[in-house]
């Protein structure tokens, strides 16, 4: 994939907050169009691109079982923020996501008012405020977005529920590493149209459903509903964890740069996962294994119970500074990631399907 | 008048039921993991059931149809297989191995334990630094979970522990006097508790037992189950606590949730259930009428698989009953026999007798 | 419509006990309606029209059910002690008074607190029916209660118990009468338990499978002394959702209602509330999805024992989900 870097570069600099995903989807669509057969929008706004099972003439002469069918859930939703009150020019606002109220102040965003108005996050002097917060950090519901525009022209051009993203520009840094805002998860939707590069050209049995989902930051919209109308065989959420870095220390946190993340867990089908190792050792793409003790944080939580209950299996890609402006991932994962998708589908078959159990036994 | 002479026909709780119970609280099925009581569960369900599969989520959902009448009621038992249990996370060297928790474990209640490690079992202990090398002060406040680490004694047994495998409590069952004492009896007593209802299937309804997985990490079988099942309603079977000690004050304890001895808990309202009311007056008239010992559990917290379950598809009339024990969630639970011997008798005589439109009441 | 508010908001119906509620509300709706059925959690679903040309599936939600107490514990000298049935605060407890579905009948009090600045936990509160042991108490443990209150008028603010969400049954009920003809197929689902987590909404929209979701709700305001800041006045007109805690509005549903507020005049206001949620959360995410919406009516006190609206506000959110629902949906 060469042109990696500037797509997902291009990616990086959309917002696309969650329920407001659209900007972001046109690009997405972009790419995935010509890697897919069909390519529709949810009720919800994810997208749901089709690339149909090839080979197995068999299946093509309309054998009585259908091909056997996989969805691939990768996010494009970002955390970010909503305009609250107009007060005297100034903007309060609220999150949309998990967002640190401590690393906004200073922070350039985008206010998307009747016109895209660049702003600041600012935070107040102390002596305005009481006390007991000195030197300390000022709670979001204190914090300001400045639009350097005059009280009149403000209150005409913004109004509550406007969003507000970050505006911070991705930068590639050494040792193929790049930076930016939101590769949480767009990184993954990267990982996923690598993927889809491979199989154009492969011969793969599996209807894949590659699918861009909505709202996983604010409610895991997307991965219930398109889950739901899918109804695949089997899904592997695509998503990123939490890598080592500067002021983390627990052991089980996995370093950038080793590899895919395969998780294991209640979370995540324990047939699946022992096939995506296996695929993983084969063709001797790293990989590191992950423990997720109960919600594994991905759009397989939803899938996993949807209807009467769904397979699944989640691949993480490694990130630093998690729901910042300047999240770190190595483009070697995203590579990785998209290359075990790619040979995990191109062995799949409905025999696999047929075989996925909970247990060892017969 | 009520004929009790039904009461000579409801399952007795002998020998046998007791050494079955055994063989269940002593197998490890921490959630997600629940592969060992599920083997126990099948190798009991299959000869009874007209039809026994495991599904995605990895339920046992076995059915055994009636035989009196054409139209008759399509109830659900649900009793989840799942304990609260331990997670390896990272591996320190030297057959140390860190770990998480697995649905509610209260922090004060691992040191000091044994644990078995894995599918094959691997004795393991979780120690604690020697009274001798703490302070009066450090002695105050609970060891922290960090600090806590699984032993399994370096060499050949820890190469054989990875990050992912869960850790249950390795205490053994005890029968002493009136009372069970075991492990995982939230809610092995359910689970055996729905063998032997199946075992004497009544035959005015047509019952499916179902033994969920994942419900200590959200009810995450159940719900799934109950779409496939399509129940006309459902009851979920399971331990409560007996929080029925002495106050400090020693005023009267109005918080003991239930009390041992009194008999089945029904309930009314919890965390995610509000029961429906006809269900739980059937429940309560039917232990009034012949004369079972019932309690009413207090209303408020907790929960049962009824949670996920009622609000199923078009919304499932659902109850929960529970054999009351002390200390859940910790290594050993304390129930009586008694207790669950009429939990067992109310249920059955329930099902049996179960008036006609009990759901057409208003 | 103020008979209406007041028949609704002063009848009985803790959340998981609507009973009374739904049998008032099915009086009122019958004449009006195409088809009328219950579900198994007891969901009132109302239809009015057939989906024609240019319609389509409309969900309407407001909730039947109120805040309440259910017994835990009688004690040996009577008292009663509960816990409640959805969130109340604390606060506002002591002196309120309670009936009980058995019509027994009761006050609120406190054990005393030795620290005066701090609201006593849970378990310091207790009801007293009158009764001085637990043999003569009227209740036991699993009885139901609600908060009494009547309604008042101050002006154009009406203030009642559970006017979240009875404002919304009236609000539909009165919109099922002057809705005349539609081309859309429009389910007015009067809902249970969404105190306890939108479960009521969540089960009629999977028998329903709208293509559109609008919860009708209260909403929190700004224009108390001191309070948080929020956009919502009270008098300001019905609010539009565009977020809370369970929902993101799908901005051409927000869109949808204002040209509709702007067509026949009626004045409206943006809401974005960071605590909290409606039925239209639940909606949004059934089946393979259904966009959802909140036309809120701002409220002052919400979840206390006495709620209070603006009757502008409420008339005005009647003509807005008319015309909502009896024009040919455009989504742009």
Not at chain 1, 33 to 57: H, T, Y
Not at chain 1, 151 to 168: H, K, M, Q
Not at chain 1, 322 to 345: N, Q
Not at chain 2, 306 to 327: F, L, N
Request: hydrophobic fraction near 40%; proline fraction near 6%.
């Amino acid at each position: 994939m060469g042109d990696l870097v500037p797509y997902l570069k291009e990616l990086l600099s959309l917002p696309g907050l969650s329920g407001h995903e659209a900007p972001v989807m046109d690009v997405v669509r972009r790419a995935w169009a010509p890697l897919s057969d069909e390519q529709r929008v949810s009720r919800m706004g994810s997208l749901e691109a089709l690339r149909k099972g090839r080979g197995d003439p068999e299946q093509d002469a309309g054998a009585s079982r259908p091909r056997p069918s996989i969805l691939l859930a990768a996010h494009m939703d970002a955390i970010g923020m909503m305009v609250t009150a107009v007060v005297d020019g100034w903007l309060s606002f609220t999150q949309i996501g998990g967002v640190d109220p401590r690393v906004l102040p200073g922070q350039p965003v985008l206010v998307h008012g009747r016109e895209p108005l660049p702003g600041i996050v600012v935070q107040g002097p102390d002596f305005l405020a009481p006390e007991d917060v000195h030197g300390r950090p000022h709670p979001l519901e204190r914090l300001w977005v400045d639009v350097g525009r005059t009280a009149e022209e403000t209150a005409r051009l913004v109004r509550p529920g406007d969003l507000i993203s970050y505006d911070t520009q991705p930068a590639e840094l050494s040792g193929e590493l790049i930076s930016g805002h939101t590769l949480d998860n767009r990184a993954s939707v990267a990982a996923v149209t690598h993927c889809l590069e491979i199989l154009s050209r492969r011969i793969h049995d599996a209807d894949v459903w590659a699918v861009a989902t909505v709202q996983e930051e604010v409610s895991f919209g997307g991965g219930y509903t398109s889950a739901f109308g899918i109804r695949p065989d089997l899904a592997i959420a695509i998503d990123v964890c939490q890598a080592q870095g500067p002021g983390t220390s627990e052991a089980h946190i996995p370093h950038l740069g080793r590899g895919a993340v395969v998780g294991k867990g209640p979370n995540i089908h324990p047939y699946i996962q022992r096939a995506l190792v296996r695929v993983a050792e084969e063709m001797e793409i790293p990989f590191l294994s992950r423990g997720m003790a109960a919600h594994s944080g991905t759009d397989a939580y939803p899938m996993q119970v949807t209807a009467g209950g769904i397979p699944t299996g989640v691949i993480s890609i490694p990130l630093r500074y998690m729901h910042t402006p300047v999240e770190v991932v190595s483009l070697k994962d995203i590579r990785r990631v998209g290359r075990l998708l790619a040979e995990f589908i191109t062995r799949l078959d409905r025999a696999f399907v047929d075989n996925i159990t909970w247990d060892d036994e017969p | 008048m009520t004929d009790t002479s039904l009461l000579k026909h409801a399952p007795q709780i002998g020998a046998e039921a007791i050494a079955l119970l055994e063989q269940l609280s002593n197998a490890s099925g921490v959630s997600g993991d629940e592969g060992a009581v599920r083997a126990l569960v099948l190798e009991q369900v299959r000869p009874l059931a007209d039809s026994a599969r495991v599904d995605a989520l990895g339920n046992v959902i076995a059915f055994k149809a009636g035989t009196q009448g054409d139209a008759r009621p399509k109830v659900m038992l649900a009793a989840h297989m799942d304990e609260v249990g331990l997670m390896i996370s990272a591996d320190d060297g030297d057959g140390l191995f860190q770990f998480q928790v697995v649905g509610g474990i209260d922090a004060r209640q691992l040191a000091g334990k044994a644990v078995l490690v894995g599918k094959a079992r691997i004795p393991g202990v979780i120690g604690a630094r020697a009274i001798h090398l703490t302070s009066p002060e450090e002695r105050r406040n609970t060891i922290p979970l960090s600090t806590l680490r699984i032993d399994v004694g370096p060499g050949e047994a820890a190469s054989r522990v990875e990050p992912g495998d869960r850790a249950a409590f390795a205490t053994r069952f005890r029968h002493s006097g009136p009372s069970l004492m075991g492990k995982a009896l939230d809610n092995r007593l359910g689970v055996a508790t729905l063998i032997e209802l199946l075992r004497a299937a009544p035959e005015n309804i047509d019952l499916t037992c179902v033994f969920t997985t994942q419900e200590e990490i959200g009810l995450r079988g159940a719900g799934a189950a109950a779409y496939s099942v399509q129940p006309d309603f459902a009851i979920a079977v399971d331990s409560t606590p007996a929080n029925d000690l002495p106050a400090w004050d020693g005023t009267e304890n109005a918080r003991y949730n239930t009390r041992l001895g009194y008999g089945p808990a029904i309930y009314s309202y919890d965390r995610g259930t509000i029961s429906d009311p006809r269900l739980v007056r059937w429940l309560a008239r039917t232990g009034e009428e012949y004369g079972i010992p019932f309690q009413m559990r207090q209303p408020g917290g907790g929960g049962t698989d009824a949670g996920a379950i009622h609000q199923q598809r078009a919304g499932v009339p659902s109850v929960s009953v529970s054999v009351p024990g002390r200390y859940p969630h910790t290594a050993i639970l304390l129930a009586r026999l008694e207790d669950w011997q009429n939990t067992v008798r109310l249920l059955w005589v329930a099902l049996r007798a179960m008036p006609e439109g009990l759901l057409a009441e208003e | 419509m103020k008979d209406l508010i007041e028949k609704f908001t002063q009848a009985v119906g803790p959340t998981g006990y609507e009973d009374a509620v739904r049998a008032l509300v099915r009086a009122e709706a019958q004449p009006f309606a195409d088809e009328i059925r219950e579900d198994g959690l007891g969901n009132l679903i109302v239809r009015k029209g057939m989906l024609r040309e240019g319609g389509k599936r409309i969900m309407l939600a407001g909730h039947m059910d109120e805040l309440g107490v259910m017994v835990t514990h009688v004690d040996a000298n009577g008292f009663v002690r509960f816990t409640t049935l959805g969130y109340v605060y604390r606060q506002m407890m002591v002196g309120s008074r309670v009936r009980f579905l058995n019509g027994a009948y009761g006050v609120i009090g406190v054990e005393p607190s030795t620290d005066s600045e701090r609201v006593p936990r849970w378990d310091t509160y207790f009801i007293d029916v009158g009764a001085r042991s637990r043999e003569t108490c009227p209740v036991r443990t699993g009885d139901v209660g609600n908060f009494d209150r009547p309604l008042q008028e101050l002006g154009t603010r009406l203030v009642s118990k559970a006017m979240d969400d009875r404002i919304a049954v009236a609000i539909m009920v009165a919109a099922l009468k002057e809705l005349k003809d539609t081309p859309n197929e429009v389910y007015f689902v009067f809902t249970v338990q969404e105190e306890v987590g939108l479960r009521g909404a969540k089960v009629a929209a999977y028998s329903v499978d709208p293509e559109i979701g609008l919860a009708i709700d209260v909403t929190d305001t700004g224009d108390t002394p001191k309070c948080e800041t929020m956009d919502v006045a009270l008098g300001g007109g019905p609010a539009i959702k565009v977020m809370d805690s369970y929902l993101v509005t799908n901005p051409r549903l927000v869109r949808w209602m204002e040209r509709a507020a702007q067509k026949i005049g009626v004045p409206y206001q943006y809401e974005i509330l960071t605590a909290g949620g409606t039925d239209a959360g639940a909606i949004n995410e059934t089946r393979a999805g259904a966009p959802s919406i909140c036309l809120s009516i701002p409220t002052r006190y919400i979840h206390s024992p006495s709620e209070m609206v603006d009757y502008n506000d409420v008339l005005n959110a009647v003509r807005l989900l008319v015309e909502l629902v009896s024009s040919p949906v455009v989504l742009e």
